[in-house]
């Protein structure tokens, strides 16, 4: 799986701006598998990883999230899953 994000013209991950960002919402949402959150698109667990899980929702789309501009003008991002 190709994790790098170059550009986001070909929308091959939407939303997604930046690897950082990419790194961030994987992070959270792999988080949440871990604590027992259903997968968005079917997945043996037992055969693949949250991080992998997490990315390939992130990938097709199905985790929403938004990002929020802080009062120091550094951006947060807030999974809203």
Same mark, same amino acid.
């Given at each position: 799986?190709? @994790? +790098?994000?170059?550009?986001?013209?070909?929308?091959?991950?939407?939303?997604?701006?930046?690897? +950082?960002? &990419?790194?961030? =919402?994987?992070? =959270?949402? *792999?988080?949440? &598998?871990?604590?027992? /959150?259903?997968?968005?698109?079917? /997945?043996? #667990?037992?055969?693949? #990883?949250?991080? *992998? @899980?997490?990315?390939?929702? =992130?990938?097709?789309?199905?985790?929403? +999230?938004? /990002?929020?501009?802080?009062?120091?003008?550094? @951006? /947060? @991002?807030?999974?809203?899953?």
């Amino acid at each position: 799986m190709e @994790i +790098f994000v170059q550009n986001n013209d070909n929308d091959e991950w939407p939303g997604i701006v930046s690897r +950082f960002q &990419l790194v961030i =919402l994987a992070g =959270l949402r *792999s988080k949440q &598998l871990l604590r027992g /959150a259903t997968p968005r698109i079917a /997945a043996d #667990r037992l055969k693949r #990883r949250n991080t *992998s @899980i997490a990315l390939e929702e =992130l990938k097709r789309g199905v985790i929403p +999230f938004k /990002a929020i501009e802080q009062q120091n003008k550094q @951006i /947060a @991002i807030e999974a809203l899953v």
